[in-house]
């Protein structure tokens, strides 16, 4: 049994971005997605977000499970007959929860690999650690709240950026066998971001240069979104070549 879909709560969610050369990208993306540019740059990062009361969306009461939960996603695009769809390829999912490591793929379309978290966080500072002893992933993005937009970006401004990562919501992720992608479409009650100053950001997957070559990838900018009502939404699986 698969559910249609779940509610909760987006406790926090911090999207730490990087810009990458588009051929970097282009070379591990599954068809039919092609990178989603921005000012000449293909955009792809790692979403931390802690979950709260994640219950099936028919369930009537205001209770349910919470967990930590990392995702590497890069943007992109692809043709569905004559339209243009966007959303992200997420080639890499975390959390520190077992009974979504259990439940994966079985009660709703989402394989993730257990991982350690070490959260330490304010209203003013926030400092996230990821690590899987299963697949190597290492994960550290630290951060403070700001009013002022991060300087050096390819976005000229929040709501610019804002803009680019609301259209991410439907997610692609491969499943076991091959040849198809599970989706699921992120629904939040209102879109509100914050800038995060990144003090430090490092992933041991946007850091492998025998992904990436040396040069093609670049810390950009991170963004904050913290006590949102919200529900993933089951969009069934993508043929892939």
């Not at 802690?50 to 930590?68: D, H, K, N």
Request: hydrophobic share 40%; net charge neutral; aromatic share 10%.
């Amino acid at each position: 049994m698969s559910l249609a879909a779940i509610s909760g709560v987006i406790e926090r969610r911090i999207l730490a971005n990087y810009r990458i050369e588009p051929e970097a990208v282009r070379r591990f993306l599954p068809a039919p997605f092609q990178p989603k540019l921005f000012a000449g740059f293909a955009i792809g990062g790692i979403c931390l977000i802690r979950l709260g009361r994640m219950r099936p969306a028919w369930f009537p009461v205001s209770w349910g499970l919470g967990s930590e939960n990392a995702a590497h996603r890069i943007a992109v695009e692809w043709r569905e007959g004559d339209a243009v769809r966007e959303g992200v390829y997420i080639p890499r999912r975390h959390t520190n929860s077992r009974l979504n490591v259990l439940a994966g793929g079985l009660v709703f379309p989402v394989v993730q690999q257990l991982a350690r978290f070490e959260v330490r966080e304010s209203q003013e500072r926030l400092s996230v650690n990821v690590g899987s002893a299963s697949d190597g992933t290492s994960i550290h993005v630290s951060g403070r709240v700001s009013a002022e937009w991060t300087g050096g970006s390819v976005f000229p401004d929040l709501q610019t950026a804002s803009d680019f990562f609301r259209g991410g919501a439907l997610g692609y992720s491969a499943v076991a066998g091959g040849g198809h992608l599970s989706g699921i479409e992120l629904n939040c009650e209102k879109w509100q971001v914050e800038t995060l100053a990144v003090e430090r950001m490092e992933s041991s997957f946007f850091e492998d240069l025998t992904v990436f070559p040396r040069g093609t990838v670049q810390v950009d900018c991170a963004l904050l979104m913290r006590g949102i009502g919200h529900r993933w939404d089951n969009r069934g699986v993508l043929s892939c070549g």
